[in-house]
């Protein structure tokens, strides 16, 4: 991989339908979702339908999304199949979304339904983006194809963890293993974030620091990203593996490997942030990512003691307030920093990349609204900082009317890019579920 987004053929890849259509049901999922969680502060909905909306429905389909667009770019390929690229993004959302209304009506019984589809939309995905990759030798492949590999294999024992789970619930299949419920719950959540979620966002963050930054990993950076692409994985199946077995060494084991390779991925990005050859404030996405890698780094210091001295009883996060800085913080703000480029750099690619040269067009960042980008920023930051003292602290009160700040900034953050969509692409949103626009096979 190592082709610039700016430099890339309107002709390579899907159709830009493709991965928006996956963008816009992402997005509908945010919304919903952080509004579950600021109603979660209040016990008025259960953690689950959040949990479930946030990491698969809107950072797992957007993950999809970009997957299906840029891995065949970055790797110069083709996409094996957009057909199935639309058949797992339908199967995907519908099992999200059943799952999100059994966990909040309290069925847990019927898990099971919405369990399987999200499973074959997951698998559809793995295996249409496994035989677009050139390769499964890591050997072979370059920082970002591996994490990207690994992040496949994690989703297909995320996923099947999950159903096991839902399995569970209706006819008590544990019961009759030596794992008990917890321990694979723990389990699931770990790969679940750390495996596919975390890893993902590494292996795409290496290739997008470094083309938006123009910067070059120093000496002691190339150091740290060959431990970091050996010990996290490792470290991450040892966390996830120790949990099942209630196997206290070998969690110890993983959240040293986790917490290291974190922290050094963490720090060399910082310094490519600092060392950044254009202005970090007039970017949308690096002036997110600026935010995101500190509260990283946050995170693993913050953590690090009770991982290590108790890793059995602690969270998979390190607790509530911990948590939001790690999937907030850090994932929340890559994610929507990322979405601000890639949604405007597919419409202006098919909208303008024709006409350059010819006619004054728009540049990339002039498509969305600076000023609606501006207030999703602060309302954010204000939100989540809000969040993770009112959880930290024990207020209720702080929590949920910080939560409620940061649902208006995800609000306004969607409306904007989606406003991007409508106003720029011919046939706006509504065209990109059209067959027509989708493209065919």
């Known amino acids: 991989m190592g082709t610039a987004l700016g430099q890339v053929d309107a002709e390579t890849g899907p159709p830009s339908a493709v991965p ?9 999922f945010l919304v919903t979702g952080v509004s579950a969680g600021a109603l979660a502060v209040f016990q008025l909905v259960h953690v689950l339908p ?3 909306l946030l990491l698969v429905g809107w950072v797992c389909i957007s993950i999809m999304g970009a997957m299906t667009q840029f891995v065949p770019v970055w790797s110069g390929v083709s996409l094996h199949s957009r057909r199935l690229a639309r058949a797992a993004l339908v199967a995907t959302g519908f099992g999200v979304a059943g799952l999100a209304v059994a966990f909040g009506f309290g069925r847990y019984t019927d898990a099971v339904l919405p369990g399987g589809v999200l499973l074959v939309g997951l698998w559809g995905f793995v295996y249409n983006i496994g035989r677009t990759l050139p390769t499964v030798d890591v050997r072979r492949l370059d920082v970002t194809e591996t994490h990207f590999l690994f992040a496949l294999v994690f989703v297909l024992v995320t996923t099947s963890l999950g159903v096991t789970l839902a399995l569970d619930y209706r006819w008590s299949l544990l ?8 321990d694979v719950v723990g389990t699931h959540a770990v790969f679940a974030v750390f ?23 120093h000496r ?3 150091y740290v990203k060959r431990f970091e692409i050996r010990a ?3 470290g991450v199946v040892a966390l996830g593996v120790g949990r099942l077995l209630s196997a206290e ?17 963490g720090v060399i990005v910082l310094r490519k942030l600092y060392e950044s050859r254009v202005s970090i404030l007039g970017h949308p996405m690096l002036v997110r990512y600026a935010v995101g890698v500190p509260a990283l780094i946050v995170w693993t210091v913050v953590v690090s003691p009770s991982w290590v001295s108790h890793p059995l009883p602690s969270g998979f996060a390190g607790g509530t307030a911990s948590a939001h800085v790690l999937l907030a913080g850090f994932v929340g703000y890559v994610v929507v920093g990322t979405v601000y480029h890639i949604i405007p750099f597919l419409v202006w690619v098919e909208s303008y990349s024709d006409r350059l040269g010819l006619e004054d067009v728009p540049m990339i960042d002039d498509l969305y609204d600076p000023r609606l980008e501006r207030a999703d920023l602060t309302m954010t930051a204000v939100g989540t900082a809000g969040v993770v003292a009112g959880t930290g602290v024990g207020n209720v009160a702080v929590a949920g009317a910080s939560g409620a700040v940061a649902v208006g900034g995800y609000a306004v953050f969607a409306v904007n890019v989606l406003l991007t969509v409508r106003r720029h ?17």
Not at 425 to 441: I, M, N, Q, Y
Request: charged share 10%; aromatic share 8%.
């Open 20 to 28: 928006l259509q996956h963008f816009v049901v992402a997005l509908v």
């Open 50 to 52: 959040h949990v479930h």
């Open 175 to 182: 019961a009759e293993t030596p794992f008990g419920r917890g």
């Open 195 to 217: 495996g596919i979620v975390v890893t993902t966002v590494l292996g795409a963050m290496y290739q997008l620091v470094t083309m938006f930054t123009q910067t070059e990993l």
């Open 220 to 222: 002691l950076g190339t």
């Open 232 to 234: 996290y994985p490792v």
């Open 249 to 265: 060494a070998v969690v110890r084991i993983g959240s040293l490997l986790v917490l290291v390779s974190l922290l050094g991925f």
């Open 425 to 441: 692409k011919p046939g706006g949103v509504t065209g990109l579920f059209r067959r027509a626009d989708a493209g065919t096979e």
